[in-house]
Structure formats: C-alpha cells, structure tokens
C-alpha cells in the first residue's frame, strides 16, 4: 500500500513571534537607519565599477589557444594587430603618389604613439590582403598592448587624431580593440537608459498590484539596495579577478525582478495577517514563518543555478555567477531584514494611499472570498481536464523549443554591435571589400629548435590541406617562429573549426600551438562540453534536496526538475528562430550571424531555471502549507494557485518588463539575453505555473507527497516545516480529505517554518 507524508496541522493558537522576528523588529529605526548608512557607503564603494569591467572573456585561460596568443603576443607582438585604420581614398586609387604620402605619415605617426606597436600597412607591406580588391580602400593595422583598461585608455587618447578626414583620406578606427571598448561605451549607456524605462513601469505595475502608493514603493526600495550593494561587490571583486561588462545588466535585472519578487510576497502575506485582525508584530511574525522562509528557499534554489557558471573557466560566465549570486542573497538579506523592520513602524499604514479608489466607482474593499477567485476556476477546470492540459501544454512547450535543434555556435564579433558603430562599419567593409578575410586568419606557434628545411616541410603540409588559401612565414626569433594561415572561408565557419583541428594533427618535430578566431570558438565548445554535465547534474542534485527539504516528497522535486527544464524550450526555440536565423532582425535591429555565441545558451539556462525554481518554490510552498493544514490534495493545488497565481503572474510581468527593458540594448547578446529570459519567465508563470502543474499534480494524486519511510525521517528531522508531524496513519481507505494530524511546536525559529 502507498504511503503518503501525514498532512498536519497548526492548530488554532495564535502566531507566536520568534527569535528571528524579534531580532529583525527589535530597534525596527535602528535597523533602517543602519541600512542607509551601508546603502550611502555601498554608492562610495561601487562607484566606477563599470570602467573596471572587461568586455571579453568568451575563451577558455587553460585552452591551447589562449597559451599561444600569450605567446605570440609576447615573442612576437606585431603577429597580432588589434587596431584597424581604414583608409579610404575617395574616388582615387590607393596607389594615387599623394594618397600614398599622406598615408605613410599617417602610418609614421601611429607608429610615435605611446603604448602603440607592431604597426603596418598595404602602403609599407603590399600586401593584397591588406588593400580592398575596388583599389579605393587599404588597412593600417597596429597593437595596442596593455590590458583592456589600459589599451581602452590609449584608444581613447589617440583615436581623436586619426579618425576623420587627412586631406583626400578619410579613416575610419576598427580592430578588435575598438570593437571591445565601443561595446562596453554601449552597455554603459543602454544599462543606464533601461533603468529609466524600467523603474517608472515597475512603480506603476506595482501600484497596479497593491493599490497603495507605500506599499508599491517597498519592493523598488529593496530593489535599489540590492543593485547599489551588488556594484560595491563587483568593485570589491574587480580587485582580484577579471569581472565582465554584461555582468551590470544582470544585476540591474535579478536586483529589481528578484527583490521585488520577495517583497511582493512578503508584503502581500503581511497585508493578509493584518486583514485577519493580527497586530504588526505578530503579522511580521507569522509572515516570516510563511512568506519569509519561503524567500529564503527561493533566493538558495537562484543561487544554485547562478553558481554553477563557477565550473565553467570563461570569466564571462563567472561574472555572471559572481553578480548574480550576489544581488541574490542581498535581495533575500534586504527583504527579510529591512522590509520586516518597515513593515512593523508601518503597520496598518501600509495600506494608505490607496491609488486604485481613484479608478473605482464601488470603494468599497473587496471581498475576502472573491479574491483570487479567478484563479481558483482555473485550476479547478485544470485538474478537472488534466490529462488534456497535461498533454497539450507539454506537445505546445516542445514545439516550441524544437528550433534549437539546428543551433549552430560561434563567437561573438563586430556584429554584436549596431550597424551605424564605427568598429562595426570597419570590419563590414573588410569582410565584403577585402581578400581573404584579413583577421580572420589562424596562427601558428613553433617552439623548439628547428631547421629551415623542417620548417618548409610543415608549410608545405599546411598548403596541402584543402581548407587553406595560402600560409605566410614563418617568422623566426630564436627558438620559435609563427605561421599565418588564411582559411578559404569564413573566418569560424565549419570547415574554419575543421582546419584548426587539422593543423593540430600534423605531426611536426617541434611544439606547435594554434590560435585565431576559429581555434578560440574551437576551444571554448570543447571547455563548455567538457563541463556542463558537471553543472547540470550540480544544478539538479541540490535543487532535488532543496525541494525535498520544502515538501518531503520525492515525487515532487522530480516534477520541479522537470518541468522547469520544459519551461525554458520556448526560449532556446525563439534564440534560435530569431537570433540565429535572422527572423525579426529588422524590427529587433540587430545584424544575424548564422550562430549563436557559445556561452550564451549557458547563461540563459542557468539564470531562467533559477527565475523558474523562484517560482515553483512559491507555488509549491503555499500547496504544501495548505496541505499541512487540511489534507486534501485537490483542495490544496486549488487553494495554492488562488492564493500565488496573481502574485506569480505579476511578479513574472514586473521581471520581464525589467528584462525587455535590458532587451532594447543595442549589442545583440544583451538584447538575446534580456528579451530570452522574459519569454521564459512569462511562460512557466503564464502555461507552466499556471497550466501544466495543477494538471500534473492532479494526475499524480496523493502520490505526489509519497516518500520512503527513511527519507520520511530524515526529514522530519531537517526539513524546513513549521510543525512536526505525527506518524499516525491516515483512515483506511482516505482517498481525497486525510485526518489531520495533533503536532505540536516545531522548536526551531521563524525562517524555519513553512
């Protein structure tokens, strides 16, 4: 016979106020005040962080191609150009005597410059590839050596005096140094735009939501603490590691959407115990057994899926982990330490400024049975239709999702940026205008003592391959010596990645390492292959033993894993469809590549199925609480959604705006990463939430709160639940309603109680 977790019961004795409650309401003014003086030294703190953040960090430090770029850039620094000058000459040839003078002194004075190296040009080489196949256009490449804040500072003193018009030339500045310093100007600038198209409709929403003005005003409070106390730690950790740019936009989107996701439920549970006749004190007390402790689970179930981008070595993902597992627990640390503390001097004010009677002709308050009722039809036709929802929102759900089934990666390049950047122009008209593709090509490193004749082997090898269009060197110094090889094609396209794995297999008597554009893309899939099952399996055992230690149920962190990996198809189905494929590049404004960068899916999965757990865990907190007290399954899936659906949804539609509002951004991954993870969010609140879990928790019946009678024990003695719960059997034959179980106080504190 199937066992089923014994629903218990709190009984009717009134909330008692525990230690956590009276430590956070102690000295409420003490506390609040103590909050702005850190809030004041975290602005302080975390002031230019933005100009301390790099834009790169796509390839893998370990990778063979990182080891030969070092090296290169070390023993050889003129074999890696990373600035562009592109010359045109009008309607006048190249070639043309004074365009030619003019271009020299161009190329003289570039080469005077501090912190400038290595520079060339057609003009000095005549090289073909350095001259556009019409003869109007030609390169001037250089290096500019230091780190990306160091060369961002020399681009800036320099550029100034070569970019525009020199008699009949007229230059343009690209390179991938340019590419990296206008794309960190840009976030910059559309980070600070989307906190101002998002804030307002935030308030609004809100208003929307609670109807007063004061109550509206707490969630963006505790939001605005959550972001400013994040940048003082992206400061803070900009000290000892590399910190990615995008970073920022992650921390303006989970500090505004995730605080005020807890300060949504905290201050709606709060305003519920206060409509029952409750004082303040004890409506925080009871709050923060319920609400509270479901916060906390949440902001642990994010927090694991953001740091599994630790395992991965591109520090472009361990930003992410670093920002996001940051304003995660100061979002959970602020709602459950400053609102409790507000909520108390407020009390029964947190109701004033009731905006919404301004609208409504009958003012009167509505009633306590009409609330949520909607919600409660529609799991009451959900559950009675289940096999029909269960089955027509999955077929829906994978359809959606089957377009990344062609997912092609690549790296991210010029394209990320607007087509009206400068950076951007530059490398376009390289790519159309010139032979070969010039940067895209690979290099070779040789270590080791060689002889000429040893040498002209190799190059003739690497000729003989049919991906190649030509190989150039080797240039010698010492021990070593590099090879520039151009592929036919396009810089990372398939037969790119197949030719660098080509040129590692040529057996040489001497050390070789390959590097470029495709070697990079090559060894970064290598790296994420390597380690994603590592972090999905991290993200899935500890989400299982989180959502067991809420429910005690081992069928139930099953179907959360599940269905929270189903929620997020439809956004890896439009990544592709639009992204990749180019569909909505007018209306998007955003210039298709034919891929997607490699890290990105990583990203968008880690960060929605966090958001995705954030609101299972409110779902599936107020189903078991309801459970507990009554032990009727049916009733407590309805009760559950009449009580979370309008909440989830509204908070699921505040993060998206904050999201679509990141998604207006001008670099294209930004924008694939804000409006991905909206659709993501609103689905699993809108279909998944909403749809498929009552129908599922409908078909699996009293099952679903089943567990071996060790795991049983276990957790009665860890989990998180506000009552102990008897081992008495139910009735024989219960089917719907179990009889509830005596239980006495659970001695541990209020955070600890569902």
Known sequence: MTEVNKPTRTGDAPPRVGGWTRFVTARPRLSLLAALVLTVLAVLAGSGVADRLGSGGWEDPAAESTYATKALEREFPDSQPNLLLLVDAGGSSVDDPAVAARARDLATRLAGERGVTGVGSYWRTESPALRAEDGHEALIAARITGDEKAMGQTLDRIAPHYRGTHGPLEVRIGGMVAVRHEMQTIIQDDLARAELIALPITLVLLVMVFGSAIAALLPLGIGIVAILGTNAVLRGLTEMTDVSVF?????????????????????????????????????????????????????????????????????????????????VLLAAAAALILLPAALVLLGHRVNSLDLRRLFRRNRGPRPTGEEGATWARTAGLVMRRAPIFAIGTTALLVILG????????????DRQLPSSAESHVVQQHIREGFPGSPGGG?????????????????????????????????????????????????????????????????????????????????????AIAERLPWAAAFIVIVTLLLVFLLTGSVLIPVQAVVLNALSLTAMFGAVVWVFQDGHLSGPLSFTGTGSIETTLPV??????????????????????EEYDRTGDHNEAVRHGLQRTGGLITAAAVILAVVMVAIGTSRVTNTKMLGLGIALAVLMDAMVVRS???????????????WAPA????????????????????PPEGARGTERPATTHPHPTDDLAAP
């Not at 057994?289 to 981008?309: D, I, K, P």
């Not at 990203?603 to 865990?617: H, I, K, T």
């Open 603 to 624: 990203l968008m999965f880690c960060v929605a199925f966090g958001l995705s757990m954030d609101y299972g865990v409110f779902l599936l907190s107020r189903i078991k």
């Open 691 to 705: 749809l498929l879990v009552p129908a599922i928790m409908r078909l699996t019946g009293r099952a679903t709160w």
């Open 710 to 729: 060790p795991l049983r024990r276990f957790h009665n003695r860890f989990g998180l639940t506000e009552t102990t719960p008897t081992q008495a059997k």
């Open 442 to 526: 690979l290099e070779v490193l040789a270590e080791g003592r060689a002889t000429q004749a040893q040498y002209a082997d190799y190059r003739r090898q690497v000729a003989d391959l049919p991906e190649v269009a030509r190989v150039d060197g080797p240039l010698v110094k010492g021990d070593s010596a590099y090879f520039t090889v151009q592929p036919k094609g396009e810089a990372v396209d398939d037969a790119a990645q197949d030719l660098v794995r080509d040129l590692r297999a040529i057996p040489t008597p001497f050390d070789t390492a390959v590097t470029g554009t495709a070697a990079v893309l090559v060894d970064s899939k290598h």
């Open 247 to 327: 970073a920022m936009n992650l921390t303006t989107a989970l500090g505004l959407g995730l605080a005020i996701d807890y300060a949504l439920f905290i201050v709606r549970r709060f305003r519920e115990e206060l409509s029952t006749g409750g004082t303040p004190l004890t409506a925080v007390g009871t709050t923060l057994r319920t609400a509270g402790r479901t916060v906390l689970f949440s902001a642990l179930t994010v927090a694991v899926s953001l740091a599994a981008m630790l395992l991965f070595p591109q520090y472009f993902l361990r930003s992410f982990a670093y920002a996001g597992i940051a304003v």
């Open 402 to 413: 089957l377009p990344f089934l062609g997912v092609k990666f690549g790296t991210a390049d």
